[in-house]
């Protein structure tokens, strides 16, 4: 149980384009979903917490405007990096809290976007 | 705001050694600390969850001990194997069911055959 999945794993696209990630919780409902950065050899960083059914909110220097997130589900999140440049190239996890365990998180595979 | 360190950053040891892992965190006001495995390029494995009312969890091998008035959490592997191999990242929640995890930059693990 509490399994997280991320779709695409990895993706390539070009400067200026946007691209979408998205997480679902596979077997139970998620009120709140997490979204981290991870760049080469540094830790995960927190980019925002999103509930289901209302506006996310962004740690302090994440552009809302570049990283939309839409939460539109229980089980099921998405993250929009939008006008991507290579400067964004890492890899995305999202995170899902539910299930038996109060305050536990289960985290996804990871996405590894690379901006050329 | 919370800081979360560990040390060391890298341990290279021979396999069958009994390691320890050491996590500490700046605001003892912590709702519960995770233990987590990430292997190269992949996601994160979810080892051992400590809630802030515990001081210790044990999964096979692995036990990890909590004492949040000093802020500090240990990761102890005993009789390590190759397939130990990996980074190993302590987590704490600070703010409950609303707040993420801050993570620490994680321990790089490397067991010798």
């Known amino acids: 149980g509490a399994v997280v999945s991320q779709h695409p794993s990895w993706v390539i696209c070009k400067s200026g384009t946007s691209v979408k990630i998205e997480c679902r919780s596979l077997?139970?409902?998620?009120?709140?979903m997490f979204w981290y950065r991870q760049f080469p050899k540094q830790s995960l960083m927190l980019m925002a917490t999103s509930n289901e059914g209302s506006k996310a909110t962004y740690e302090q220097g994440v552009e809302k405007d570049k990283f939309l997130i839409n939460h539109a589900s229980l089980t099921l999140s998405t993250l929009t990096v939008t006008s991507a440049h290579p400067e964004d190239s890492s890899f995305y996890i999202c995170?899902?809290?539910?299930?038996?365990?109060?305050?536990?998180?289960?985290f996804g595979p990871g996405t590894r976007l690379t901006v050329l | 705001k919370q800081e979360v360190t560990q040390i060391p950053a890298a341990l290279s040891v021979p396999e069958g050694e009994n390691l320890v892992l050491n996590c500490s965190f700046t605001?003892?006001?912590?709702?519960?600390l995770q233990w987590f495995r990430q292997d190269p390029g992949k996601g994160l494995t979810s080892l051992l969850l400590?809630?802030?009312?515990?001081r210790e969890q044990t999964s096979g091998r692995l036990n990890a001990s909590l004492d949040k008035s000093s802020g500090r959490s240990t990761l102890y592997i005993a009789a390590s194997q190759p397939g130990d191999s990996a980074t190993y990242l302590c987590a704490v929640n600070s703010g409950g069911g609303a707040d993420g995890l801050t993570f620490g930059k994680g321990t790089h693990l490397i067991i010798q055959p």
């Open positions: 995170s899902a809290r539910g299930g038996r365990v109060v305050n536990e998180q289960f």
């Open positions: 605001d003892s006001a912590i709702y519960n």
């Open positions: 400590i809630q802030s009312s515990q």
């Open positions: 077997d139970f409902q998620a009120t709140t």
